[in-house]
């Protein structure tokens, strides 16, 4: 599977106004999404058609805020059960796509709104041939270093580098969805991202299926997005490491998913060699890194078996809380 090339060229004036839609993602984020409200809210101009928010198991605080300041441009939807991270960008492609938006400029709960950034990837998306996604240079700020992992085409370990890349765009398979600004050409022909992932790996397995149908994708170097993707520093008498900081049912997940992914995903004739790989790392990190070692391997073993048996979304953890009626 070669990587869709992007082309660029000149837009054309006479096209119309692009219909842009930014949907949020949230589980139970209520003090996060009304303030991430305001914030657009107040922005003197804003890039935006309309405001969507997809939520899990929602408490109804977000609606009623909704309707007492009377935001008419904000759509919420929520579900009675846990969409995951998967399911819920799904939705949110899926219902921007169906009302008509152009773009769907995806961010988390958490994730910061910069009116730069969201500029710079429209700027990209309109001067691409049949494009997909459009990326910003992700910045860990766990990490201290800008994230090129998407760039390649199977999941390695993580690609960092401390300087920011120099051209103007990097064509890339995937990267994360968080800031990122889907075109809704794929969602209208049916490609959407699969929601029996539940949680983990999304991001790649869109970006593969994108790649897949000859959508390009790029990283836009000028558009910097910072993430605070959780890393912890791990100090050793050989020196200091930085891991990645996720709670353990994430072990399940990241490891089913993967071969998930990679059953069809034939193309990468390494692919089954790489998620072996991921495997044996996972051991080692958890052995040598993680705490609540024995939780973790129960759950990297069920994650394997689960994953050769082709089982599909959400298992028994993480528990969810009480849906509120």
């Given at each position: 599977m070669a990587v869709a090339t992007a082309q660029y060229h000149k837009p054309n004036a006479?096209?119309?106004?692009?219909?842009?839609?930014?949907a949020i993602s949230s589980f139970r984020?209520?003090?996060?999404?009304?303030?991430?409200?305001?914030?657009?809210?107040?922005?003197?101009?804003?890039?935006?058609?309309?405001?969507?928010?997809?939520?899990?198991?929602?408490?109804?605080?977000?609606?009623?805020?909704?309707?007492?300041?009377?935001?008419?441009?904000?759509?919420?939807?929520?579900?009675?059960?846990?969409?995951?991270?998967?399911?819920n960008l799904r939705e949110r492609l899926r219902i921007a796509a169906e009302a008509g938006a152009d773009f769907v400029y995806a961010l988390n709960h958490d994730g910061?709104?910069?009116?730069?950034?969201?500029?710079?990837?429209?700027d990209h998306a309109l001067r691409l041939n049949r494009v997909g996604a459009v990326y910003p240079?992700?910045?860990?700020?766990?990490?201290?270093?800008?994230?090129?992992t998407g760039s390649r085409k199977v999941p390695l370990p993580a690609k960092l580098v401390s300087e920011r890349p120099s051209p103007d765009y990097i064509e890339a398979f995937w990267s994360s969805c968080n800031g990122a600004l889907?075109?809704?050409?794929?969602?209208?022909?049916?490609?959407?991202?699969?929601?029996?992932?539940?949680?983990?790996?999304?991001?790649?397995?869109?970006?593969?299926?994108?790649?897949?149908?000859?959508?390009?994708?790029?990283i836009a170097c000028n558009a910097i997005f910072e993430d605070n993707y959780e890393y912890a520093r791990v100090d050793t008498p050989t020196?200091?490491?930085?891991?990645?900081?996720?709670?353990?049912?994430?072990?399940?997940?990241?490891?089913?998913n993967l071969i998930l992914i990679a059953r069809w995903a034939?193309?990468?004739?390494?692919?089954?060699?790489?998620?072996?790989?991921r495997v044996v790392l996972e051991c080692l990190v958890i052995l040598f890194f993680r705490p609540d070692?024995?939780?973790?391997?129960?759950?990297?073993?069920?994650g394997v078996i689960d994953g050769l048996r082709k089982r599909t979304g959400k298992w028994i953890v993480p528990v969810d809380p009480v849906r509120v009626p």
């Amino acid at each position: 599977m070669a990587v869709a090339t992007a082309q660029y060229h000149k837009p054309n004036a006479t096209l119309k106004v692009p219909i842009v839609w930014l949907a949020i993602s949230s589980f139970r984020n209520d003090p996060e999404i009304a303030r991430k409200l305001e914030d657009v809210q107040r922005l003197p101009q804003r890039p935006f058609d309309h405001i969507l928010i997809v939520d899990s198991m929602g408490t109804g605080a977000i609606p009623a805020l909704i309707e007492r300041l009377g935001w008419s441009d904000v759509i919420y939807r929520s579900y009675d059960r846990n969409l995951g991270a998967a399911g819920n960008l799904r939705e949110r492609l899926r219902i921007a796509a169906e009302a008509g938006a152009d773009f769907v400029y995806a961010l988390n709960h958490d994730g910061p709104l910069l009116l730069d950034v969201i500029h710079s990837l429209l700027d990209h998306a309109l001067r691409l041939n049949r494009v997909g996604a459009v990326y910003p240079l992700s910045y860990l700020t766990g990490a201290g270093a800008y994230n090129i992992t998407g760039s390649r085409k199977v999941p390695l370990p993580a690609k960092l580098v401390s300087e920011r890349p120099s051209p103007d765009y990097i064509e890339a398979f995937w990267s994360s969805c968080n800031g990122a600004l889907y075109s809704t050409e794929p969602a209208r022909c049916g490609i959407l991202p699969d929601n029996g992932l539940w949680h983990g790996w999304e991001d790649l397995d869109y970006g593969l299926r994108l790649n897949s149908q000859g959508y390009s994708q790029v990283i836009a170097c000028n558009a910097i997005f910072e993430d605070n993707y959780e890393y912890a520093r791990v100090d050793t008498p050989t020196g200091h490491y930085r891991v990645v900081d996720k709670p353990a049912w994430i072990t399940y997940y990241m490891i089913r998913n993967l071969i998930l992914i990679a059953r069809w995903a034939r193309p990468f004739l390494v692919f089954p060699g790489v998620v072996a790989m991921r495997v044996v790392l996972e051991c080692l990190v958890i052995l040598f890194f993680r705490p609540d070692k024995r939780r973790r391997f129960r759950y990297l073993t069920r994650g394997v078996i689960d994953g050769l048996r082709k089982r599909t979304g959400k298992w028994i953890v993480p528990v969810d809380p009480v849906r509120v009626p």
